[in-house]
């Protein structure tokens, strides 16, 4: 029987799910993803995490509820850094201990640390202590990492193009410039684990859809211009996730090319408590990018979000009426 | 015979009902308590206004916004269903065409709207809290046993400082009752919670915000002069209160109906009689997935009219049977 290895659908997953479910499938693991969030994961989440957690860490505790009983394994690896001389937040640090001492009767879990700050060089001492879990064969392991960073590379590439939709989980649009027949187009931009999370932001992207708007998200446009672009920015940036939003802020205003920037943030969240505010005054104080922040926590009343989108695309209508020189009332 | 335009507000703590006639005259206006039952507030509220009507009055069209917008527009059948956010800007345009800031602060929402050459220009909302809205008031005049239309006034006689905390609701709460049992004057602390509430509204809303004259203050708390005389000594300069400040988002939504009903040439109003009409409303929860939503059945005098709640669209989608699904 093969062994199945659950992989929750919370934080990176959203990044790297088609590297991580090629790679234990190319293993010839079973891989289980857990289900898409939904009320009973985030109420396990909720109850099963300790109380100070941001929302998308206590669905994280959510999805391992939901994968436990029926996986040999669950991959929960200690990312502490992903790209040279930045971090992750802090608490994906942490996050197998979280779920160590928060949750009983685990499956064994799949902890090796990925930790590039210093440099790539162990890789593929990282794989293969990942792959270890499932074979012993160390050729066949890097062959299988290979296939499936192939298969992350075309999944990038495509959602770059802006041609793929984020597989099952969002569908998005095809390439136009802003303005152009009138549909209006908003970036989504915000950590990815919030923005495809249609259950955490309440299906965000589908009310800003329904509003006649298109919807660009950070990880569309390409890594090298976010890379760059953060290069411009006056200060250390060392989280990976600030240097993305901060790119993606400064390629935006250079470029022009959206009508609007919704940020989404969750409650409680270390890193936009920093990024968030520095955004919005970058992009306050070089362009004239209608920009809202849309905070985000375990409530599901939708009035609130559903005015502040409403009021935004109403508002960046009422701007474009301005431009054409037409009085919007009377 | 008399053509009026109605707006609806319908918000958490209070509903608003405006008439209006063709040339954008106020010709009445209903404050009325919500208290937790908007289809009851709704329906009082429509039936004081049509006695107030003369019998040969025509309604154009009808408006809704608030956050119990969708709720009335079932009910009524309205011609447009707007944000809050919109409809103030348009009602406080229609005021002071000249308006370059709006502080709006209503039960359990505040918002400051920046407005350029007549258009919204930027806005921002409370975000995860509701300390400093007027819900909070409402409940620490209560405490002390003060009608909330004289807490405003009792600010104004305030003669020393006292500081209140303004950034959480418990904590403000508890700071007035520290003050009080130090045996602090109760106007003192009062007015310290209406400059602990501005000061809070102008760190947390006003946050980088260009806060220009002319400033408009509307929403159910501009009532209270307590607090605009807090906003004009931390902003240094006048701040305008208009008329039906406690109404303006039902004139916004007024406006917006009447601007809709011109294109359209047709209201969907259900007439002014709907206020006698039987409104029930049950919920359940689905089963169908695990999303387990709280999905909402709206009857009209027993028929089924809508119902929402729920993530899929299963039910909110379905065409509704007219008949065959009475209200059990």
């Given at each position: 029987m093969d062994i199945k290895v659950g992989i929750p659908r919370a934080l990176l997953y959203y990044e790297y799910y088609p590297l991580w479910i090629s790679f234990f499938k190319e293993l010839g693991a079973e891989v289980i993803v857990?289900?898409?969030?939904?009320?009973?994961?985030?109420?396990?989440?909720?109850?099963?995490?300790?109380?100070?957690?941001?929302?998308?860490?206590k669905i994280f505790h959510g999805h391992v509820m939901d994968l436990k009983d029926r996986v040999d394994y669950l991959f929960i690896p200690r990312i502490k850094s992903v790209f040279m001389n930045e971090y992750i937040c802090p608490k994906f640090s942490g996050l197998p201990e979280m779920i160590k001492y928060s949750i009983k009767n685990l499956p064994r879990v799949i902890d090796t640390e990925i930790n590039f700050f210093e440099s790539k060089e162990h890789l593929n001492d990282t794989i293969y202590r990942i792959g270890k879990y499932i074979s012993n064969d160390y050729g066949f392991i890097m062959s299988a990492y290979d296939k499936a960073h192939l298969e992350y590379k075309l999944h990038r590439k495509n959602i770059e193009q802006e041609k793929a939709p984020f597989v099952n989980e969002i569908k998005i649009l095809g390439k136009t410039k802003a303005n152009i027949g009138r549909k209006r187009r908003i970036m989504v931009m915000g950590h990815s684990y919030n923005t495809y999370?249609?259950?955490?932001?309440?299906?965000?992207?589908?009310?800003?859809?329904?509003?006649?708007?298109?919807?660009?998200?950070?990880?569309?446009?390409?890594?090298?211009?976010?890379?760059?672009?953060?290069?411009?920015?006056?200060?250390?940036?060392?989280?990976?996730?600030?240097?993305?939003?901060?790119?993606?802020?400064?390629?935006?205003?250079?470029?022009?090319?959206?009508?609007?920037?919704?940020?989404?943030?969750?409650?409680?969240?270390?890193?936009?408590?920093?990024?968030?505010?520095?955004?919005?005054?970058?992009?306050?104080?070089?362009?004239?990018?209608?920009?809202?922040?849309?905070?985000?926590?375990?409530?599901?009343?939708?009035?609130?979000?559903?005015?502040?989108?409403?009021?935004?695309?109403?508002?960046?209508?009422?701007?474009?009426?301005?431009?054409?020189?037409?009085?919007?009332?009377? | 015979m008399k053509k009026v335009y109605l707006g609806v507000d319908v918000g958490s703590v209070s509903t608003n009902?405006?008439?209006?006639?063709?040339?954008?005259?106020?010709?009445?206006?209903?404050?009325?308590?919500?208290?937790?039952?908007?289809?009851?507030?709704?329906?009082?509220?429509?039936?004081?206004?049509?006695?107030?009507?003369?019998?040969?009055?025509?309604?154009?069209?009808?408006?809704?916004t608030g956050s119990g917008r969708h709720l009335a527009s079932t009910m009524l059948g309205a011609d447009i269903v707007k944000n809050e956010i919109t409809a103030h800007g348009v009602a406080a345009l229609n005021t002071v065409p000249d308006v370059n800031t709006i502080i709006e602060i209503g039960g359990q929402d505040s918002k400051i709207i920046l407005l350029r050459d007549g258009i919204v220009y930027d806005f921002a909302m409370n975000t995860v809290c509701a300390a400093g809205t007027g819900s909070f008031l409402d409940r620490q005049a209560e405490r002390l046993g003060i009608p909330i239309q004289e807490f405003g006034n009792l600010a104004l006689k305030s003669k020393s400082q006292v500081r209140i905390a303004g950034r959480c609701a418990v904590f403000a709460e508890s700071d007035m009752i520290h003050k009080q049992q130090l045996g602090h004057n109760q106007e003192d602390i009062i007015n310290g919670l209406c400059e602990a509430m501005a000061r809070?509204?102008?760190?947390?809303?006003?946050?980088?915000?260009?806060?220009?004259p002319p400033v408009i203050f509307q929403g159910g708390v501009a009532a209270n002069i307590g607090i605009k005389k807090a906003f004009e000594r931390l902003l240094g300069h006048e701040i305008i209160v208009p008329r039906f400040a406690g109404v303006m988002g039902a004139i916004g939504s007024c406006l917006l109906a009447r601007e809709e009903v011109r294109k359209t040439g047709k209201t969907k109003f259900l007439g002014l009689d709907i206020a006698d009409s039987n409104f029930n409303v049950k919920s359940f929860e689905c089963e169908n997935c695990s999303n387990m939503c709280e999905v909402v059945k709206f009857y009209r005098d027993e028929k089924l009219a809508a119902r929402w709640g729920d993530k899929c669209g299963r039910w909110s989608n379905v065409q509704i049977a007219k008949d065959d699904e009475k209200l059990a």
């Open positions: 857990s289900q898409k969030t939904n009320k009973e994961i985030l109420y396990n989440g909720i109850i099963n995490t300790v109380d100070e957690a941001c929302i998308p860490v999370d249609s259950y955490l932001n309440i299906n965000l992207l589908d009310k800003i859809k329904s509003n006649k708007a298109e919807i660009l998200t950070p990880e569309m446009i390409e890594e090298r211009y976010t890379i760059d672009y953060a290069k411009k920015f006056d200060g250390d940036i060392y989280w990976t996730f600030a240097r993305k939003l901060i790119g993606t802020a400064l390629y935006l205003i250079d470029t022009r090319s959206v009508d609007g920037i919704i940020y989404i943030s969750t409650f409680g969240c270390g890193i936009d408590s920093v990024v968030g505010d520095l955004v919005e005054k970058l992009i306050r104080r070089n362009s004239s990018i209608p920009f809202s922040l849309i905070t985000l926590d375990e409530h599901s009343g939708e009035a609130g979000i559903n005015t502040r989108i409403e009021a935004f695309i109403d508002m960046i209508r009422w701007r474009d009426v301005l431009e054409d020189n037409i009085s919007a009332h009377g | 009902i405006v008439v209006m006639d063709s040339n954008k005259n106020i010709l009445d206006n209903l404050y009325i308590r919500t208290k937790g039952k908007p289809i009851e507030a709704l329906k009082i509220g429509l039936r004081q206004t049509r006695n107030k009507l003369d019998k040969d009055t025509k309604v154009l069209g009808l408006g809704t809070n509204y102008l760190n947390n809303l006003g946050k980088g915000k260009d806060i220009k």
